[in-house]
């Protein structure tokens, strides 16, 4: 029987406090989740970034906007909260900040705290982070500690309603990040300067290419300590989570790198860290190549190809790109270690993409789900009724998509800079309790 599971990014949860957090409502979800059979919630990343997900400033910390404020108050750490009722944007503000520092001058320290603190990572990005903002480096270890706690008390009540949870692991950090300052060895630079900028070539999409405002990996240099900091980044996220999607694939094999200063149309391909990492990776036991889902979507050559069928990493499709309309085919349906979207956080909904078919299109698309016994007048469900039935051996879909919500409620459009962008949220749950039956 098909696994199934839900797409909604921490952040998108319903919330009275302007961004979704570890709190009632991610409980809430899960308890949906459950009754209706779910077995996988998939949530993006939650290491702390500047807004953007995939531009972490360190790879250990969370995003300290995460914290639920009713569980502080269930701890006695703060008094009470104001409330934010009924907004269906994320609101990116300091608004939390005062709670955070109450329950700040509240807190006792005590044994788990203690053990917590000896992490060394976490004590990277606290002092990294104290040195931009001139707080005290002992309250961002606060503020990480409360996350971790609070998450990971999260995670354990989902298993024990045995759904699990889909991670998310950035290719690359931001440059101005705890990562780079602590680990610049890992990171192509001259005289104590980065030398190149991660992205992509130009494509349809981009004339000039992408630039993510990342650093490039040295390779050469990582080699010498057998990709120490990499083995250990994954190790912790499987820490995490029970599954690790493993952003832009590619990026492994070999990785687009851009002088600084330059255009994409400047950039080239360079080796990644491919089967020497992957070797090193697999030497422990507990790492299971099963928890990791490769994204493997956009330029992929035959090595990329080739290093994913070595290891049979679960890879992931987007009916979107999948389905050929002209021959009323699924192009990727022979294979079954697959996770299937219909679209993921980067698509357009089913519906914004339905409707940017012409008349002939939106027909062909009715008669290839009729030919998959799939058919159903509302173009959404029976999406969702083909990605529950092809032989992918895990389906997600987006609440979006859930709830046939057009591209208004997008959460990212890649490459392109806009306040939309990582800002949608779920005002409550009625309508998706009831449409959630559907898939």
Known sequence: MKEKGILLPIFSLPSKYGIGDFGNEA?????????????????????????????????????????SLDKLKECGLIEKAEEREGKDRVVYDNFKEK?????????????????????KEINE??????NIKGENKEYYMFLQFILYKQWMELKKYANSKNIQIIGDMPVYPTFNSAETMYHPECFKMKNGKFTFEAGTPPDYFNSEGQKWNSPVYDVENMKKDNFKYLVNRFKYHLKLFDKVRVDYFRGYDSFFEIPLGKSGKDGFYTDGVSYAFFNELFKDENIKVENLIIEDLGDIREETVKLREHYGFTRQKILQYSIDLNNFYDKDNEQENVLVFPGNHDCQTIHGWYNTLNDEYKERLKEFLRRNECYDINVNIGIMQYCAKCKAKIAIITVQDILGLDDSARINVPGV??????????????????RIKDF
């Open 99 to 119: 709670y955070y520092k109450e329950a700040f001058g509240k807190f006792v320290i005590n044994k788990e705290y203690v053990e917590f603190i000896k992490n």
């Open 27 to 67: 409980y809430e979800f899960i308890d949906i989740l459950s009754e209706n059979g779910m077995k996988y919630w998939e949530i993006l990343p939650i290491n702390v970034c500047n807004r953007l997900p995939y531009s972490p400033l360190s790879y250990y910390a969370l995003e300290e906007d995460y914290i």
């Open 417 to 434: 800079e806009k306040d939309e962008n990582w800002s949608w949220k779920l005002v409550d749950f009625s309508d998706f309790k009831q």
């Open 125 to 130: 990005y606290a002092q990294y982070i104290s």
